[in-house]
């Protein structure tokens, strides 16, 4: 049973995984017995830290590059270098992503353009540039890192929800197109986690009392806690190796509960 949650032999790239949820998530797959990790970020700097960050956890078989995920020729480039340097791709983890909190009618077209781009645009650009030879070997792993947004609204996060929104959906349409050349792709969509993306939400007040927002989603999750990025490591194990070949255009909710609850009722 073990052997079906093995990574052995497989490349996974994780886009965007310099820190936060992809970083634990690529860590998790080293720890799977992944062959190589792959992973990209848009600054040499951001990839040579990220690396230092790799070999502190003991992970060696690890390879940076630069690449915005919204430029579809760099991305091109890059999996032209990743099958010379390293190889095929076996899976890919759609995990870079960005957020603005503006209210909508304060977005600008630039701003609200910016998200979907890089959280919708990019995931379509980097499985279109590797699904080619997950055709032709008839074998392929697509994670896509969706959100709560995936399924639910809330103030200042349109084009958030907006794009991940059609993540989910973008999700389902690579299972129904590529399904038949033995091509899973799953989504995750994680809860509230706690990483740099979310540290504004959980900054505390200058008296020192919680951030509203921090108390909010705990009340909003049955644990009463904010999960961290390591909880998302045996779901992402999971519909990355053989263990889920059988599972296909699904969302796999890790947040602890927060859809399942009405919320913390005042005491
Ligand atoms: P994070 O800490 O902000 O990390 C985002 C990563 O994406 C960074 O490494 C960032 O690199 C990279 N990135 C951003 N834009 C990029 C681009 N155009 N090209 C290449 N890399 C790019 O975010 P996180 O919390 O780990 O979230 C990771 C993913 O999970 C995102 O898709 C997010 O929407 C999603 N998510 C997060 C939560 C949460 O509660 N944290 C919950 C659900 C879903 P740079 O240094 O270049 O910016
Ligand atoms: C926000 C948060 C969320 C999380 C995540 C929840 O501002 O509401 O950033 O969007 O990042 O997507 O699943």
């Known amino acids: 049973m073990t052997n079906l949650f093995s990574l052995a032999g497989k490349n996974a790239w994780v886009t ?3 820190y ?3 970083f634990a ?4 797959f080293a720890q799977a017995g992944a062959q190589t990790i792959i992973f990209n970020a848009r600054s040499e700097e951001a990839i040579a830290k990220a690396i230092a960050d790799y070999h502190a956890e003991g992970i060696d078989n690890v390879k940076g590059y630069v690449c915005d995920v919204t430029d579809e020729n760099a991305v091109a480039a890059l999996v032209q270098t990743i099958h010379a340097e390293v190889g095929p791709i076996h899976i890919l983890v759609n995990n870079a992503g960005i957020i603005k909190r503006i209210p909508m009618h304060e977005m600008k077209r630039s701003e609200f353009q910016q998200v979907i781009d890089i959280d919708l645009v990019g995931p379509y650009i ?19 890192i969706c959100s709560m947004m995936s399924e639910l609204g809330r103030e200042t996060v349109s084009a958030y929800a907006a794009a991940k929104g059609g993540l989910k959906m973008l999700t ?4 129904s197109e590529y399904g038949e050349y033995n091509i899973q792709c799953n989504g995750i969509g994680p809860g509230y986690i706690a990483t740099p993306q979310t540290a504004p939400l959980r900054e505390p007040q200058a008296d020192g009392s919680k ?15 904010w999960l961290e990025p390591d909880e998302l490591a045996g779901p992402a194990v999971f519909l990355a190796s053989h263990a889920s070949d059988a599972v296909n255009g699904h969302i796999l909710y890790v947040d602890g509960g927060i859809l399942a609850y009405i919320g913390r009722q005042p005491k």
């Open 16 to 18: 965007g995984a310099c």
């Open 20 to 22: 936060g949820i992809g």
């Open 25 to 28: 998530i690529a860590k998790a």
């Open 126 to 144: 980097v499985s279109a540039a590797v699904l080619p030879e997950m055709m032709e070997r008839r074998e392929g792993k697509i994670i896509n």
């Open 172 to 175: 389902r349409n690579i299972c």
């Open 211 to 225: 951030h509203p927002f921090d108390a909010f989603i705990c009340a909003k999750t049955p644990a009463g806690r």
